[in-house]
């Protein structure tokens, strides 16, 4: 894993964690106007973006971000925040009560629970996509996308997706593989309720994941959803 920082950090801290096949760059283009305001930690999650490990749990991770906070002294987080793959890492974060949250904001949660479909499902269409993306030019495969999402104007825009091809490019196959096997059976750790009720999960009307909030809510009563 490979932690950056921007900006002061006397100023509040926020804590952004990206999904799979992204990296912090994403991450960091998509929420540049709260560079003014915010310390902001932004991870490369191990196997992707610049970090060359192979990914091998969420709760890995979130015991290397905490760590990594506990070292720094930053044991009061203004806001984490959490986008698929990141997301899960987050909320396995709050499992450690070493370290305070304010606020947790959660995108497209993949919490899945002993589902049998979800794992080969999600490495065949990755594996796949990681093929389409090493088989076709960068130049092209960016011009398409940013065709899709309108030809936004915005030059961040450009550049995040950029980014995403670069480390979706990137990533190995093991890595996919192991994120993918988790995301079936997410561990649900255990998290004090007071630590939930600061939770707020967020779902696309057209996200696949949201027809998992029942379950999560099952496990973490004290969510927002």
């Given amino acids: 894993m490979i932690i950056n920082e921007y900006n002061d950090t006397s100023l509040p801290k926020v804590v952004l964690l990206h999904g799979m096949g992204m990296d912090g760059r994403t991450m960091r283009l998509v929420t540049e106007g709260m560079s003014r305001e915010y310390c902001l930690i932004i991870p490369d999650l191990t196997g992707q973006g610049r970090d060359t490990g192979t990914y091998e749990s969420t709760l890995a991770e979130a ?13 009061d987080v203004e ?33 899945y629970e002993g589902s049998k479909f979800v ?24 011009a398409g996308m940013m065709k899709i999402l309108g030809n936004a104007p915005d030059p961040r825009v450009d550049e995040a997706v950029g980014a995403f091809i670069d480390a979706f490019r990137n990533i190995s196959k093991e890595t996919i593989f192991n994120v993918c096997d988790e ?6 750790y255990p998290i004090e309720p007071a630590v939930q009720d600061r939770v707020f999960l967020e779902f696309g009307s057209k996200d696949m994941n949201c027809g ?3 379950n999560i809510k099952r496990h973490y009563p004290y969510v927002h959803v």
């Fill in 79 to 111: 806001l984490l925040m959490g986008v698929s793959l990141g997301a899960n890492v987050g909320m396995t974060m709050l499992a450690f009560p070493e370290v305070h949250y304010r606020t947790a904001v959660f995108e497209g949660a993949p919490m």
């Fill in 183 to 188: 995301v079936g059976d997410y561990p649900f």
């Fill in 119 to 142: 794992a080969p499902m999600m490495k065949e269409a990755f594996y796949l996509l990681r093929a389409h993306m090493l088989r076709r030019p960068k130049d092209k495969l960016q």
């Fill in 212 to 214: 998992q909030v029942p």
């Fill in 63 to 75: 015991e290397a971000l905490t760590v990594y906070l506990l070292e720094r002294g930053y044991t």
